[in-house]
């Protein structure tokens, strides 16, 4: 099984960007499609975004899309998540997962019968106003 490691968190004014790292081991990334996801205080966990397994393909919320990318370079087994013009409203702890299955990451956050493989330990995004 694949372990993930969440980096590159921290405290950002509003309209800064902050990259998050994902980095695998145990298993090579390539098996695995991957997602971001995020944790405000007191809310549910939600979906960012998605990648395929080559990184080919990505999926992302309303709320992160033409803000935030999701890139991965299998090679260095990371997972990359991008993100520009935050907002006080982004604050979260963000967390990676993989998944063979792509859909799994998707739903899981929305249907209860579906789990993903495995969960970072999520880093903590802050953003001042």
């Known amino acids: 099984q694949v372990q993930l490691v969440e980096s590159g968190g921290g405290l950002v004014q509003a309209g800064g960007s902050l990259r998050l790292y994902c980095a695998a081991s145990g298993r090579t990334l390539s098996s695995y499609a991957m997602g971001w996801f995020r944790q405000a205080p007191g809310k549910e966990r939600e979906l960012t975004g998605v990648t395929t397994r080559s990184g080919s393909s990505t999926y992302y919320a309303d709320s992160a899309k033409g803000r935030f990318t999701i890139s991965r370079d299998n090679a260095k087994n990371t997972v990359y998540l991008q993100m520009n013009s935050l907002q006080p409203g982004d604050t979260a702890v963000y967390y990676c997962?993989?998944?063979?299955?792509?859909?799994?990451?998707?739903?899981?956050?929305?249907?209860?019968?579906?789990?993903?493989?495995?969960w970072g330990q999520g880093t903590l995004v802050t953003v001042s106003s």
């Open positions: 997962a993989a998944d063979p299955k792509v859909h799994n990451l998707v739903v899981v956050t929305t249907d209860k019968d579906v789990y993903v493989e495995v």
